[in-house]
DNA sequence: TTAATAGTGTCTATGAGACACTATGTC
DNA sequence: GACATAGTGTCTCATAGACACTATTAA
C-alpha cells in the first residue's frame, strides 16, 4: 500500500485514543496579590466546580495549540494576553472520570485592568486570589497545574522580569518589585532590583509619573525584548 | 441528567480531537560529540523515512504519559533512560499528513554503553552525530524537536549538570567538562567548572580511577539529588 | 514641618573567568 | 627524562546583598 492510499483511507477513530484538552493558568496582580482566573463548569463532569479556563481544540477553527488557548482566554477575558507560555502536559488515567485524558497547560499573564469589564460582565468567570485558593475544592486535578504554574512563575522572578506582564502597560518599578517579592515570598533589596533591571536595559521611562502617596514614581514600560531577556545570575531564595 | 448518566452514556469518539502521540529526544555523548536516537519509520506515513522514537498511548498498559514514553523508550533501547523530562508539546493542522495532530516531547538521557548491545541487535534504530543531522530528512517535525530538545539541554548546562547523564554511571569532570563544553560550543574554564560542582557538593568519588594517557582521573557518580540543582549564576554564553 | 514613598551611593561578599602552576601517570 | 592529562592557587571582575542616605510629593 502506498501513503496516498494509506491516507485516503486513514479512519482517525480506528484506534481509541485519550481526551484532549487546553487549559490555561491565566495569573494577574490586583491589591498587592497575586490572583488566577477561575471559570464554572457548565457542563459535566465536575459541573458547577470552579477550574481553569481552557476546552477542546477546533479542528475548523484552529490552526495551532496556541490558537486553541488563546481563543478560550479570550472568550473568558474578552482579550489576548500579552504573555503566553507553555506550562506542561498533564496526562493520565485518572485524572478525569471520562478515561484517560491529557491536557496541554500554558502559563498566562495580564493585567487585570485588562478585562475587569468582560470578567465583571459575567457570572462565570472570576479571579481568586492564590491564598483562598486552599479552601476551595477545583475541578480536576486544575489545583496541583495551578501550583505548578505558579512554581514556574516563581522561577521566573528569580532571572527574568517575565511577572511584569501581570501589571498594566505603564508600570513603577516599586510595583514590579512587590509582584517579585510575593512571588519569591521574600522581601528583596530595591538597590538590586532595579540595578539589574536598568543594566540590562528592559524597560523604557514614559516620562509619566504615577500619583499616589509620597514622591511620585515614573511609569516605564516593558521593551519588546523584555520577555526574552534571562539575567546570568538569579536573585538569591 | 446527572454526572453518572452522563458518564454512563460518555461517547469518547463523539467529537473530532486531534491525533496524540508522544515522542523523544534520547540524547547520548560518543567520541566527544553529542548523539539523537533516530528510529525507520515501518508504517505510513512518511514511511521508511527516519524519525524520533515514539507513538500513541496504550490506554490499557499506560499509567501515564511518561509511562507511554518510556515504554517506547525501553523497547528501542532495551533500558530505561536515567533522566527523562517533558520538553514541550507541539501540536498543529499540519505537521502529520493525517490532520490535527499533537504530539507530547521529551528529552531524555543516557550513556550509550547502557543500551549498545540492544541497538545494535536490531536494524531500526541507531545514534545518529547531531551534526550529520543537518543532511538528513526527518520525519515530520521531529528535526525542530530535537533542535529544541538540544536548546533545552544546552540551558541546563549552563545552571546544572544534568548533562552528566548522557555518560555512565562513573565518569570523570574532565568527559562531564567536554560534554558541557560541546553543548555550549564553547571551551570552559577547568578551574570555574570543577570550583562550582565541589562546591554544590554533586558528586561522590567513587575511589577508582580511569587509566587512559596522561595522569588517572578520578572516577565520580552523581548523587541522586544532582539532577534537581540549579546553581543560582549560570556559566557565560 | 512631617509622613510617605521614590530613588541613589557605596561597601561587602560571592562566585565565575583567566591563567599559571603543580601532580601523577605512561613511554 | 618528555609527554599527556588531572587537578590546584590565586588574582581579577561582575554583580547581588545590605543599608544608610537623599529627593520629591501631599497635607
Known amino acids: 500500500m502506498n501513503e496516498e492510499t494509506y491516507l485516503r483511507d486513514y479512519d482517525p477513530k480506528a484506534f481509541d485514543s485519550p481526551l484532549l484538552s487546553v487549559d490555561a493558568v491565566l495569573f494577574t496582580y490586583r491589591d498587592g496579590q497575586l490572583e488566577v482566573l477561575l471559570v464554572e463548569r457548565s457542563n459535566h463532569p465536575e459541573m458547577g466546580k470552579w477550574g481553569l479556563p481552557g476546552g477542546f481544540v477546533d479542528l475548523d477553527v484552529d490552526e495551532t495549540l496556541e490558537d486553541t488557548v488563546i481563543r478560550k482566554l479570550k472568550e473568558k477575558t474578552g482579550v489576548v494576553p500579552p504573555y503566553v507560555e507553555q506550562l506542561s502536559t498533564v496526562g493520565n488515567r485518572s485524572r478525569d472520570k ?43 486535578d486544575h489545583k496541583s497545574i495551578i501550583a ?34 510575593v512571588l519569591l515570598g521574600k522581601p528583596l533589596q530595591k538597590k538590586s532590583f532595579r540595578r539589574r533591571i536598568e543594566q540590562a536595559d528592559l524597560i523604557v521611562d514614559t516620562g509619566e509619573k504615577s500619583a499616589e502617596k509620597g514622591r511620585p514614581a515614573t511609569l516605564y514600560r516593558l521593551k519588546p525584548e523584555a520577555s526574552q531577556h534571562t539575567f546570568i545570575r538569579n536573585l538569591e531564595l
Chains 1, 2 share one sequence.
Open 98 to 140: 471520562r478515561g484517560w485524558s491529557v491536557t496541554v497547560c500554558y502559563t498566562a499573564l495580564i493585567a487585570h485592568q485588562e478585562c475587569e469589564t468582560h470578567i465583571d460582565s459575567v457570572s462565570d468567570a472570576k479571579w481568586v486570589n492564590l491564598k483562598d485558593l486552599e479552601k476551595l475544592d477545583l475541578a480536576f
Open 148 to 181: 505548578a504554574g505558579r512554581e514556574r512563575l516563581k522561577q521566573k522572578a528569580l532571572y527574568s522580569i517575565v511577572p511584569a506582564y501581570t501589571l498594566p502597560e505603564k508600570f513603577t518599578l516599586s510595583d514590579l518589585q512587590h509582584v517579585h517579592e
